[in-house]
């Protein structure tokens, strides 16, 4: 079992930027990691996936050019730092490990999840 932990969340006004943590309990070097949201009675939505070795970076439409996802392997973490928040960014933010190694599968196929943190951005 792999635990993953998100910190960082709050409250920020729109336009502001905001920066979220997720540890995870194992090594997850081989692995792709991503930041799912999901706001009140909507689906969950993908917001960014970054590859085993930050080699690569894929996000949500809705996010794209407002938000960077970065890990440090040596820590086991990964990071979202969003920029010019709007009040449709208020969600639950989870952190989510893939479930197969080494994969380009970058939206669907995890496994393992946080517990998520809420980001609300006041207009």
């Not at 960014?48 to 930050?54: E, F, K, L, P, T």
């Not at 479930?99 to 980001?119: C, E, M, N």
Request: include cysteine.
């Amino acid at each position: 079992q792999v635990q993953l932990v998100e910190s960082g969340g709050g409250l920020v006004q729109a336009g502001g930027s905001l920066g979220l943590s997720c540890a995870a309990s194992a090594r997850t070097n081989e692995f792709v990691m991503g930041w799912f949201r999901q706001a009140p009675g909507k689906e969950r939505e993908f917001v960014a996936a970054i590859s085993w070795n930050s080699g690569y970076q894929y996000y949500g439409d809705s996010v794209r050019g407002r938000c960077t996802i970065s890990r440090d392997n040596t820590k086991n973490t990964v990071y979202l730092q969003m920029n010019s928040l709007k009040p449709e960014d208020t969600a639950i933010y989870y952190c989510a490990r893939h479930g197969s190694p080494f994969t380009t599968a970058w939206t669907t196929g995890y496994v393992y999840w946080g517990q998520g943190t809420q980001i609300t951005v006041s207009s």
